[in-house]
Nanobody, 116 residues
């Protein structure tokens, strides 16, 4: 069993920054991928950014150049540095880990609200 706990969400004015963290615990394979997803009211859940245990990254086009995903050296903590935030970034942000034979784990989500 893997547990993911997000932190760092909150309110920020447009143009500001937030840094999300996701602490992972449990049995985590050395080969895995972690990502941030978000869901705004009335919209589909979407991938924001993803990073492999080899530190290969992918970003949604809407956040490229503004957000940076990273993880610590042992892969137990995931981060999302969000700069130049826009009202469109307002959503619940979820931490996700995928590993092994299709195993997938999700955090409880953290609210990010960006005011104009």
């Amino acid at each position: 069993q893997v547990r993911l706990v997000e932190s760092g969400g909150g309110w920020v004015q447009a143009g500001g920054s937030l840094r999300l963290s996701c602490a992972a615990s449990g049995f985590i394979y050395s080969n895995n991928a972690m990502g941030w997803y978000r869901q705004a009211p009335g919209k589909q859940r979407e991938l924001v950014a993803r990073i492999s245990s080899g530190h290969n990254t992918n970003y949604a086009a809407s956040v490229k150049g503004r957000f940076t995903i990273s993880r610590d050296s042992v892969g137990s903590t995931l981060y999302l540095q969000m700069n130049s935030l826009k009202p469109e970034d307002t959503a619940i942000y979820y931490c996700q880990l995928a590993q092994g034979m299709g195993a997938e784990y999700w955090g409880q989500g953290t609210q990010v609200a960006v005011s104009s």
